[in-house]
């Protein structure tokens, strides 16, 4: 179930110190799971803002050096950490002074639930 | 008698010349149609030219200018397609926003299709876990050991505890220092 999803996410969010929020998306930015704690900046939770990844994605990986993976921005006051997981988006957003690699191993525990979710935004109306 | 004699002679020489300039003539002309005949001699062609070049090559040329004008542009509008693929044109894309209409379907869809989707449950984290009994028997079951292998450890771990009890800090000169200031 989805609840329990989250549930494991909110875990995640506990874990990591400094980690606001974890959102997994569809390329245009909408929401199919997401943990939000009160500190994270409602105008990067927007589809407007998590959808630039998807053109900056696509591409960085016409630069020579493979297919992008994960694009890693850091502002004064936040870092957001977004993989290329297509169909899906998983957005990271931390505070500027996070962990940045813990939340990258993050990854390896969130993967496991990726295909199924693919499936919910396969067919995209 | 000489004179027939002469005449024979010329007549067969004649004869002669009349059937190698025949020969030469058949050969010319003839051409070599026979399949099962692959016998290599001076005929023989020393390159491989189809046999439509062979033939009246510019009758053909009017009819082929078509398929080739198209194979061109095939190619052209291949490689028009392979550069606008390649090239990085961040400009051109513009902003995209999803409509406030889209936007509330899609979440609506995909709520639904998670809530009917059946996701495996997360695993809750641990760093120990039980086995299951088979595997637990098997690994109870299981040969200890070697003895060599038991007396290489305990002897090392032995030499390492020594040697850490060894360890001690020689004091050479004070710890605290009173800093002089004039």
Known sequence: ?125 | MQSNREESLLHSCFGSLTSAFMGCCYSICHKETDPQENVVNERTHLLEVPEQQQETPSPTACASTPPRKSDEQTALNRILHETATNVIDVGALGPYSLEAGAYSERVRAYTARAASAALPPPAPPRLLADLPPAVRRQMLAAPPINSTDKELITNAVKKAASAISELRVEHHEDLVVPFRVP
């Open chain 1, 1 to 125: 179930m989805v609840d329990d999803l989250r549930k494991f996410l909110n875990h995640l969010l506990e874990k990591v110190n400094g980690l606001h929020c974890i959102l997994i998306t569809d390329r245009d930015g909408v929401p199919v799971v997401r943990s939000v704690t009160e500190k994270a900046p409602q105008l990067a939770l927007r589809p407007n803002f998590i959808s630039t990844f998807g053109m900056a994605t696509e591409q960085a990986s016409k630069l020579g050096l493979g297919r992008n993976k994960t694009i890693i921005s850091m502002y004064s006051s936040y870092q957001v950490i977004q993989m290329n997981k297509l169909p899906l988006v998983i957005t990271f957003i931390g505070s500027d002074n996070c962990n940045t690699g813990h939340i990258l191993s993050l990854e390896s525990q969130i993967e496991p639930f990726l295909k199924d979710l693919g499936t919910i935004v396969a067919d995209a109306p």
